[in-house]
């Protein structure tokens, strides 16, 4: 089973950032099968970045993702009130695990 | 629009048995690999099964791999998942999610997800 570990575990910022969470996998992910989500309380995921670097339907390019084999990112570039949530990396060539999440709050 | 709505949630006692039904419409479910994923309370998510569009290949995690049962009926465009023997460490939100993208070369995370039915495993 692949481990992913993201880090931090929490970051707090203000609106107007720029923010990179990390997710670092424990053997190389097949063909960058990486994605991420966003998750509100109380709300589904939503699915933010597949592929490693491509946005899924509707997400802002204020989101991007990079990196490959065990390192990636996902980088905010200039943060709305609304894109305080938690986050989760989640690779999906290996069978299917998901990272332990970041909370991005507000400082 | 796509619409994924799951039912049979509930309480259940450890040991007991429980099945999920998920409700698709508004796509054509027979070209997409559906998944269930799991939240424990104040916790992150868990990938829990995973089964191909035509229902030949099915993928279950190690926690409940021999214990739960993944299934689909295309005609119905209904995906269930039996779940037996179950555990307090079970209890989650469990979530139905289809891929992002029809079954294809390229694997596909989960796009489109239903609103969540609580399971609760307790005496």
């Known amino acids: 089973e692949i481990v992913l570990t993201q880090s931090p575990d929490t970051l707090s910022l203000s609106p107007g950032e720029r923010v990179t969470l990390s997710c670092r996998a424990s053997?190389?992910?097949?063909?960058?099968?990486l994605a991420w989500y966003q998750q509100k309380p109380g709300q589904a995921p939503r699915l933010l970045i597949y592929g490693a670097s491509s946005r899924a339907t509707g997400i802002p390019d204020r989101f991007s993702g990079s990196g490959s084999e065990t390192d990636f990112t996902l980088t905010i570039s200039r943060l709305e009130p609304e894109d305080f949530a938690l986050y989760y990396c989640?690779?999906?060539?290996?069978?299917?695990?998901f990272g332990q999440g970041t909370k991005l709050q507000i400082k | 629009e796509v619409q994924l709505v799951e039912s049979g949630g509930g309480l259940v006692k450890p040991g007991g048995s429980l099945r999920l039904s998920c409700a698709a419409s508004?796509?054509?479910?027979?070209?997409?690999?559906m998944s269930w994923v799991r939240q424990a309370p104040g916790k992150g998510l868990e990938w829990v099964s995973s089964i191909s569009s035509n229902g030949h290949y099915i993928y279950y995690s190690d926690s409940v791999k021999g214990r739960f049962t993944l299934s689909r009926d295309n005609a119905k465009n209904s995906l269930s998942l039996q779940m037996n023997s179950l555990r307090a460490e079970d209890t989650a939100v469990y979530y139905c999610?289809?891929?992002?993208?029809?079954?294809?070369?390229?694997?596909?995370?989960?796009?489109?997800w239903g609103q969540g039915i609580p399971v609760t495993v307790s005496s």
């Open positions: 508004g796509f054509i479910f027979s070209t997409y690999t």
């Open positions: 989640h690779q999906y060539g290996n069978s299917r695990t």
């Open positions: 999610a289809r891929d992002f993208k029809p079954q294809g070369v390229l694997a596909m995370p989960a796009g489109s």
């Open positions: 053997q190389s992910v097949s063909a960058s099968y």
